[in-house]
């Protein structure tokens, strides 16, 4: 079947823009989660989706990073007011419930910020 | 906080050989451990899951080994091909979260 599908691959923007990353989980998968791989940070948790439940939010940087996932499956990542330190490579998982399963990652949206 | 280290960073190896990567984490109370490999420009590939009450995993060429207590992980590649090249990347998974190494990269030479 489908795997976890990331769109755009790749997006540049200038400095101070708004920035949207969206994530097709796997189809069945109640748990999606977004990370960041940046050169300097190596792979980093931003936030948790869970059925209907509230959001773990706890690795978002800054009130400048969102995230909605809309009917259970679709997310979108929001980073308002772009900076240049936002330069990273978002990863997006799935996984078929909650903490203890398997995680499947997406091939990633490559954000440069000019 | 948990802390994850891969040892060693980087990895350079002629065909053939059987090779093992380390992994340690600093807090034991964990419910999995899982490898990835990752090629660049790409995302990552799950390679093997081990549940905290598992000792081990393995799949093909690849076996994994978890010792909860002690805070280590080891991935074991037999006979390794050029195709194996990659970065092997270990996370543990506690909370709502997988929790990252830094990663070893591998090479393997024909």
């Known amino acids: 079947g489908a795997g976890v599908s990331q769109s755009p691959s790749n997006k540049v923007t200038e400095k101070g823009k708004d920035v949207e990353l969206r994530c097709d989980p796997i189809?069945?998968?109640?748990?999606l989660y977004w990370y960041r791989q940046s050169l300097g940070q190596g792979l980093e948790f931003l936030i948790y989706?869970?059925?209907?439940?509230?959001?773990?939010k706890s690795g978002l940087p800054s009130d400048r990073f969102s995230a909605e996932r809309t009917g259970g499956s679709v997310s979108t990542l929001t980073i308002q007011r772009t900076q240049q330190e936002d330069s990273a490579v978002y990863l997006c998982?799935?996984?078929?419930?909650?903490?203890?399963?398997?995680?499947?990652f997406g091939p990633g949206t490559r954000l440069t910020v000019t | 906080k948990q802390e994850v280290t891969q040892i060693p960073a980087a990895l350079s190896v002629p065909e053939g050989e059987n090779l093992v990567l380390n992994c340690s984490f600093t807090?034991?109370?964990?419910?999995?451990l899982q490898w990835f490999r990752q090629d660049p420009g790409k995302g990552l590939t799950s390679l093997l899951l081990?549940?905290?009450?598992?000792r081990e995993q393995t799949s093909g060429r690849l076996n994994a080994s978890l010792d909860k207590s002690s805070g280590r992980s080891t991935l074991y590649i037999a006979a390794s091909q050029p195709g194996d090249s990659a970065t092997y990347l270990c996370?543990?998974?506690?909370?709502?979260?997988?929790?990252f190494g830094g990663g070893t990269r591998l090479m393997v030479k024909p």
């Open positions: 807090d034991s109370a964990i419910y999995n």
């Open positions: 989706f869970q059925g209907n439940s509230a959001p773990d």
């Open positions: 189809s069945g998968h109640t748990a």
């Open positions: 996370a543990v998974g506690a909370g709502n979260m997988l929790t």
């Open positions: 081990i549940q905290s009450s598992q």
């Open positions: 998982a799935s996984s078929l419930s909650g903490s203890g399963y398997e995680q499947y």
